[in-house]
């Protein structure tokens, strides 16, 4: 019977019913502390630390703070030492502040070559979605499930349904991967994909890059999806080749993981089309991902919505970002920039940006900084002179961790300030109370950077 | 975890949809290393904003897709520590919902319609064995996994589960070709 690329992975690792073999396991400082202390309460042991791998992200400054006992806020240091500490006792190798590989968790596996098609994938963060890109099966988990997966190296997991979303025709010059989920979410809405674990396909997701795939996967979970994967191919093997921790028999490798991807004629529990080429650049406009308009459109009027519960949430929403219904989005003027976080920060994702802004200069109205999302890609970028073109327009050039993504560092928006972020979530107060998050590409960051408004990069020059 | 048969009591009512975790839990507050204390918390902007005002009784009545985003079970943790004992809405986020059944805080799946009614009737009664929502408007059944239900019935830690199954994990690892998955020995 023919089956789906997930239906293939989960019937690999099931080791008893409902019982998920789990590969691969990241771990970052805020949701594995009180994981270990479970441990330690009941006496239990990690049981495979070599498939345990774990880096400090969330509360890391960005300035260049260079070991865990420097940084000044005092419940970061603890969590972070407490993070050192535990990976210590427990065995399990670390990459914290001061190291050369240190970096946002969704992009060091990656980086290292440890996310592999085929794998079984968890981590203790919604954006573990991010390593379906490579044809595995990844998923963000609780705490509680994080300290299961230490003890057992298992997962209790209810077996979710399936949905693709196939992907008419080719995304257009100058819209991005990242406007291609955020059409997506749009269009579904943030719990248009509950309950699912999604594969993407389509001519647009095979010719998209790796780092453009992880874009897509990473915001699986602002649909509510439980997984999103995309087919292994030679783009993928490509990836993995060379890398550190890339499979010593590689051709070997090879031969297995083209065996993932869906089977022809294999059914789904939905299926979803849409027209890539109809996709434009987009921007957020309220305090969902959902809540999502392409550049050349306006804000939406709630008056104008069908459901009396959507007119309410949308009211709402407009009054936090004080944004009016009707304003043409061109009109819409940020004051912060943000080119960061595990959906955007990437080397792929900084050549973009600087790109747009090489030999220009930033309006005078915004803060703009760049975050790199890894220590080795800052150091690539570096190489590149990446670092020189974005000083030169103004821009800071940061350390590698989360960053403004979630404001849990010195990195946040100050009360009522409007961010242009290519980070994941525009929830209210993500990026620091009372900030206001647009969410966009790296492209359209950095074009909003320097005109001090979005502006629709097709047209820009 | 101890174990849950009936949750009976006042409904406090939080009439919005897509709540997110962010909101349940603000990030400045995830930087504890502990499991409890976070209660007082719970929707720290909204609360101290005046925007919502909520009881801690027993029972929360929200809207659909409650819980979305971050995986953060600081989000439950908050719940229960803030007094609540189950969450009753028309939809939940997963990773939220899986957090809540590991904690034994009861999500309780209902459709619009009886949510409101529970909401309107202002007090219930839960009953995980029956799975069913009593109230001034009727009794209404909901769905809930049965080694879920049984877990949250007989307060039982789902590690000390899986270990007993521990023969069978040795045998799936035994049984796997070597080298198939990478490891963290080749960095």
């Known amino acids: 019977m023919p089956q789906t690329m997930f239906d293939k992975i989960w019937s690999e690792h099931e080791v008893a019913d409902g019982l998920l073999y789990i590969d691969l396991h990241l771990v970052h400082e805020v949701t594995s502390p009180q994981a270990f202390d479970g441990l330690r309460m009941a006496g239990r042991k990690v049981r495979r630390p070599e498939r345990t791998l774990a880096t400090a992200d969330h509360n890391v400054p960005t300035d260049g703070t260079k070991a865990a006992q420097l940084i000044a806020d005092h419940l970061s240091r603890v969590q972070v030492e407490t993070l050192e500490r535990n990976c210590e006792e427990f065995g399990i190798r670390l990459y914290s502040l001061g190291s050369d590989r240190q970096g946002i968790v969704h992009v060091i596996g990656p980086e290292l070559g440890v996310t592999q098609p085929g794998m079984t994938i968890v981590c203790g963060d919604s954006h573990t979605s991010t390593h379906g890109a490579f044809g595995a099966l990844a998923f963000g988990i609780g705490t509680s499930e994080v300290e299961h997966v230490l003890a057992t190296q298992c997962l209790v997991q209810k077996k979710p349904k399936t949905m693709r979303i196939s992907y008419a025709g080719e995304l257009g010059p100058g819209v991005t991967p990242k406007d291609l989920i955020l059409a997506t979410i749009g269009r579904l809405g943030t719990g248009g994909m509950v309950g699912h674990a999604v594969e993407y396909a389509g001519p647009a997701i095979e010719s998209l890059s790796m780092p453009g795939r992880m874009t897509v996967c990473n915001m699986t979970i602002e649909g509510g999806g439980r997984a999103g994967m995309i087919a292994p191919d030679e783009t993928t093997f490509e990836w993995v080749q060379g890398r550190a921790a890339a499979p010593q028999e590689f051709d070997a490798a090879v031969k297995r993981w083209r065996q993932l991807p869906t089977d022809p004629g294999a059914g789904f529990d939905a299926e979803i089309e849409i027209d890539a080429a109809g996709i434009s650049p987009m921007v957020t406009w309220g305090t969902n991902p959902g809540m999502v308009v392409e550049v050349t459109g306006s804000v939406p009027d709630p008056a104008e919505m069908d459901l009396p519960a959507d007119r309410e949430s949308a009211a709402r929403a407009l009054a936090y970002m004080d944004l009016e219904p009707g304003t043409p989005m061109t009109e819409v003027a940020p004051e912060r920039v943000f080119i960061g976080s595990c959906t955007n920060s990437r080397v792929e994702d900084l050549r973009e940006a600087a790109a747009m802004v090489d030999g220009r200069k930033i309006a005078s109205s915004v803060r703009a900084m760049v975050v790199p999302g890894s220590q080795q890609v800052k150091a690539t970028a570096e190489e590149e002179g990446l670092d020189d073109i974005f000083r030169a327009a103004g821009f800071e050039w940061r350390e590698a961790g989360c960053s403004m993504c979630l404001g849990m560092n010195p990195d946040i928006l100050i009360e009522g300030e409007r961010c242009a972020s290519t980070s994941n979530r525009n929830f209210e107060g993500r990026q620091g109370k009372g900030g206001r998050t647009h969410l966009v590409s790296p492209k359209m960051a950095a074009a909003a950077a320097i005109e001090g408004r979005f502006v629709d990069i097709r047209e820009w020059a | ?187």
């Open chain 2, 1 to 187: 975890m101890r174990p849950i048969d009936v949750i009976e009591g006042k409904v406090s009512v939080l009439d919005r949809h897509d709540v997110d975790t962010d909101q349940i839990i603000p990030k400045q507050f995830l930087k504890r290393v502990e499991r409890t204390g976070f209660g007082e918390f719970l929707f720290y902007d909204w609360l101290r904003s005046g925007e919502i005002s909520l009881e801690p009784n027993p029972i929360l009545v929200a809207g659909r897709n409650f819980g979305c985003g971050s995986s953060r079970e600081h989000a439950p943790w908050a719940l229960e520590d803030f007094g609540f004992e189950a969450i009753v809405a028309p939809s939940f986020a997963d990773i939220f919902y899986s957090n809540c059944t590991k904690i034994g805080l009861l999500p309780v799946e209902l459709d619009e319609k009886h949510c409101r009614a529970v909401a309107e009737a202002g007090e219930a009664r839960i009953d995980v064995d029956d799975q069913t929502v009593t109230c001034a408007a009727g009794v209404f059944e909901f769905a809930i996994e049965p080694d879920v239900q049984h877990r949250l019935l007989n307060g039982l830690d789902d590690i000390g589960i899986t270990l007993e199954n521990v023969a069978a994990i040795d045998r799936f690892e035994a049984g796997r070709a070597t080298g198939a998955t990478p490891t963290t020995k080749a960095l």
